[in-house]
């Protein structure tokens, strides 16, 4: 029930028409009986500043934030916390006191998605394939995670090299390009391969590793949650790997989202299903 009274809070990206956010995000809300709506709000790049003094005008509540403004909005908020200031990125605005906070919530919901299904990083072989905007936080959750070594795969070499430094007390972490003939033996060695490019999305897109190097001692992970067996799930799959898509980390990362802007923390079941409900056909 929409009032006067009635708190927004949003999803800040260009497009958000197909965003599961509000679904999981109004459930939560309902749940705890919160008079709050969150709603999307597409702001193209050269409306961003505008975007950002309109959340404090209106007196949003939050905002999520995503593709293409995780890293341009940083110098328009007060103060930035936690995992954003290393990983350059925010996904997450509160407004506390009438300052703007950024934080960045993709870090944590990548490992609380590990710690459900779960899979044991801890002195495992890691690649991660991709460096574009949902990559560093992969990095970082590998190496909080325990990951021995990271191999970090990219079209474009210069983007992985520059994730190294976010792999923390990782003994041995390498930038390669995906065309490199190395490619095969990093991803022989692996234990766990995570697709943290766009490939996929698509269906025309070609498979991101070689698949038939996969076997039944890996563990693929593809941050690509539609449809629920990405096509290198499929084949991943039929190999025997361990497969997991990427649905729950943005569960997880939502419901991070959610107990920084309330303090309430809502059970994952609720914005999980109200996510399903809402998938397209
Ligand atoms: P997102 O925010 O979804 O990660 P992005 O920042 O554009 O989107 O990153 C997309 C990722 O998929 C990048 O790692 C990109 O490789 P580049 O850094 O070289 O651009 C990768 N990618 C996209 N299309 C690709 C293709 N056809 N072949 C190989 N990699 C591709």
Not at 22 to 49: E, K, M, Q, R, T
Not at 154 to 176: C, D, H, M, S, W
Not at 194 to 210: C, E, K, M, Q, R
Request: charged letters at 15%.
């Amino acid at each position: 029930m929409i009032d006067g009274h009635t708190r927004l809070y949003g999803l800040l990206g260009m497009p958000v028409g197909h965003s599961l956010s509000p679904a999981l995000h109004n459930a939560a809300f309902s749940h705890f009986g919160i008079n709050a709506c969150y709603v999307p709000l597409p702001v193209a790049p050269s409306d961003i500043s505008a975007a950002i003094s309109a959340i404090k005008a209106f007196g949003f509540g939050g905002v999520n934030v995503t593709v293409p403004h995780k890293t341009t909005v940083i110098p328009f908020l007060d103060e930035i916390r936690g995992d954003a200031a290393a990983l350059g990125a925010v996904n997450v605005i509160s407004v506390e006191d009438g300052r703007l906070i950024g934080h960045n919530t993709d870090s944590t919901g990548f490992r609380r998605m590990i710690e459900t299904h779960p899979v044991d990083f801890a002195g495992k072989p890691v690649a991660i394939i991709g460096a574009g905007g949902a990559a560093p936080a992969i990095v970082s959750a590998a190496a909080a995670l325990g990951a021995s070594d990271i191999v970090i795969v990219n079209r474009t070499l210069e983007k992985a090299q520059a994730l190294i430094p976010l792999a923390q007390g990782v003994k041995n972490t390498t930038a390669i390009s995906l065309s490199s003939q190395s490619v095969d033996s990093f991803i022989k060695n692996s234990i766990i391969i995570i697709n943290a490019t766009s490939l996929g999305l698509h269906s025309v897109d070609p498979l991101p590793v070689p698949v038939h190097l996969l076997t039944a001692r890996h563990t693929v992970i593809d941050l690509i949650y539609k449809p629920p067996e990405t096509p290198l799930l499929q084949a991943a799959g039929k190999r025997g790997a361990a497969i997991i898509n990427g649905y729950g980390m943005l569960v997880y990362q939502a419901l991070e989202s959610f107990k920084i802007w309330t303090g309430l923390t809502p059970p994952a079941s609720i914005m999980w299903d109200a996510g399903l409900g809402a998938f397209p056909d």
